[in-house]
């Protein structure tokens, strides 16, 4: 089944490609290759544009879409599509397809996939994955399904020194203090049979193609301080906060990421400082121009103000 949203994953030239964001320039795919070679993994933006260029120099482009360089792949050279909710129905792995079934069971949302290392195993040698679980919830049902995890919390939560293991395998990226503290109220990472699951939660469901309509202008790295005055969009990919800020046009701002490590982190009424990718957002053609501080590199963070 064909599959165009974040989680997905798609072979185009004998290299496996992660599909990245929820809408793309007409006919292409914003994906990165995340598994260029057997058991290697590239994450870091700057990184996988690079490695892009080294696999398939022509797909490296510029785009007004996201403001920057980007690999976008051309969807009628795609050579095969392996989507996270087909895994759990191929293959024998119990512990990935065992947690899925539980949340699956005591949820009641069934648009729940295996993505990641495990999904790429599978697609490119048909067994099962290893490793970490990544899981993926598509479609309307996201805030119903993360609701209820609040609720009823399944994972083991990070604590003390498996809290601080989680950040140095980030990059290094450090947390203090109440930052650091709310890592292990977070229902959507954790630990289960001993090991490290992420849940990302992608308001579309894997076959809907959307087309980008959006034009972001880049304004530079900035620092920023603000005042977090609405959450309800923190748990969903990508992770956004909307925030007070004095001295910008209209005094909001929109704070968002797609790297989970900034999920679940702001409350409102947080004070906060956060350093990252300024940039200009016009929604369309004709849209309303907004203000957004996009995290995306490993230099970029948030951290809260005095």
């Not at 933006?45 to 510029?62: E, I, Q, T």
């Not at 990544?134 to 609040?150: I, M, T």
């Not at 083991?156 to 990226?173: C, F, K, T, V």
């Not at 910008?248 to 968002?256: A, E, I, K, N």
Request: net charge neutral.
């Amino acid at each position: 089944m064909a599959c165009f949203v974040e989680g997905c994953l798609v072979a185009f030239e004998g290299v496996f490609w992660m599909v990245r964001g929820l809408s793309h320039p007409r006919g292409r795919l914003l994906a990165m290759p995340r598994y260029p070679a057997l058991d290697v993994v590239v994450k870091e933006p700057a990184d996988l544009v690079s490695v892009a260029r080294r696999f398939s120099g022509d797909v490296v482009m510029y785009s007004m879409c996201y403001g920057r360089d980007v690999p976008l792949l051309r969807i009628d050279e795609i050579q095969a599509f392996a989507n996270p909710l087909e895994y759990c129905a191929s293959s024998d792995d119990d512990v990935a397809c065992g947690l899925v079934k539980i949340l699956t069971s005591t949820t009641g949302v069934d648009t729940i996939g295996v993505t990641g290392s495990r999904l790429y195993r599978w697609a490119s040698s048909g067994k099962p994955g290893r490793g970490d679980i990544d899981l993926v919830v598509y479609g309307p049902r996201v805030d119903e399904f993360y609701h209820h995890l609040k609720e009823n919390p399944l994972l083991e939560p990070y604590m003390g020194n498996a809290s601080r293991r989680l950040i140095d395998q980030r990059g290094g990226w450090s947390l203090q203090g109440v930052l650091h503290h709310r890592e292990s109220s977070k229902v959507l990472q954790g630990m289960w049979r001993g090991l490290d699951v992420y849940i990302r939660l992608v308001p579309l469901l894997p076959e809907e193609y959307s087309i980008c309509r959006d034009t972001v202008y880049y304004l530079g790295e900035r620092v920023l301080e603000g005042t977090v005055v609405d959450n309800s969009r923190g748990h969903v990919f990508p992770c956004t906060y909307e925030l007070s800020v004095d001295g910008v046009p209209g005094g909001r701002l929109s704070l968002t990421s797609p790297r989970g490590r900034f999920c679940e982190l702001l409350f409102p009424g947080d004070r906060i400082k956060a350093w990252g990718r300024l940039e200009i957002v016009r929604a369309g053609y004709v849209g309303e121009p907004r203000l957004q501080l996009t995290l995306t590199d490993k230099s970029h963070g948030v951290a809260l103000a005095g």
